[in-house]
T-cell receptor, first 112, second 114 residues
Framework: AQRVTQPEKLLSVFKGAPVELKCNYS??????LFWYVQYSRQRLQLLLR??SRESIKGFTADLNKGETSFHLKKPFAQEEDSAMYYC??????????????FGRGTQLTVWP | DAGVTQSPTHLIKTRGQQVTLRCSPK?????VSWYQQALGQGPQFIFQ???????QRGNFPDRFSGHQFPNYSSELNVNALLLGDSALYLC?????????????FGPGTRLTVL
């Protein structure tokens, strides 16, 4: 069965410190993995997806199939990074993206 | 483009009633997915509509039904409301033929069942 686990509900760091938000998944096929972010009073939006292998707002995430992990990292956290972060696994419908399975989310707070 | 829009913003119903939530997809999108987000949880997939048909469904009872119209907008209907149906209901749209396939989310409808 597909499952996404985010072990930390809350995470606090100081500005300038490194941050890592953990995500583990279980999926029998080839996973499509995403990180979504929700800033205060804003809608859920895509931060990055593993297939793009890009860095967005200084965040990166590497897919580790051996450890079934897709941790989100940033070397120097900023106060504006404070938000709720959701890891999601996408199940393909044919060749297109079907449903998303979300973790419960990690609330990141970056203190000044 | 306003992106994905949902109406109403908030809704209060009593147990046993029926509710209809509405979603307009982002311009150019043809696929609509609905998610339920309970307090403190991540969104859970309800179903997805494409070409006016439900093509995927999550683990939700038949009380949850939907519809997609020719203009790609969609409705989510919930019958015989239970207290446990209280949640934020999110609509997401995407473009079927896009290789990128990103799902764009609306702001949600907050449903409270008393």
């Amino acid at each position: 069965a597909q499952r996404v686990t985010q072990p930390e509900k809350l995470l606090s760091v100081f500005k300038g410190a490194p941050v890592e938000l953990k995500c583990n998944y279980s999926y029998s096929g080839s996973p499509e993995l995403f990180w979504y972010v929700q800033y205060s009073r804003q809608r859920l939006q895509l931060l990055l997806r593993h297939i793009s292998r890009e860095s967005i707002k200084g965040f990166t995430a590497d897919l580790n199939k051996g450890e079934t992990s897709f941790h989100l990292k940033k070397p120097f956290a900023q106060e504006e990074d404070s938000a709720m972060y959701y890891c999601a696994l996408g199940k393909l419908w044919g060749s297109t993206l079907g449903r998303l399975y979300f973790g419960r989310g990690t609330q990141l707070t970056v203190w000044p | 483009d306003a992106g994905v829009t949902q109406s109403p913003t908030h809704l209060i119903k009593t147990r046993g009633q029926q509710v209809t939530l509405r979603c307009s997809p982002k311009s150019g999108h043809d696929t609509v997915s609905w998610y339920q987000q309970a307090l403190g949880q991540g969104p859970q997939f309800i179903f997805q509509y494409y070409e006016e048909e439900e093509r995927q469904r999550g683990n939700f009872p038949d009380r949850f039904s939907g519809h997609q119209f020719p203009n790609y907008s969609s409705e989510l209907n919930v019958n015989a409301l239970l207290l446990g149906d209280s949640a934020l209901y999110l609509c997401a749209s995407s473009f079927e033929s896009s290789s990128y396939n990103e799902q764009f989310f609306g702001p949600g409808t907050r449903l409270t069942v008393l």
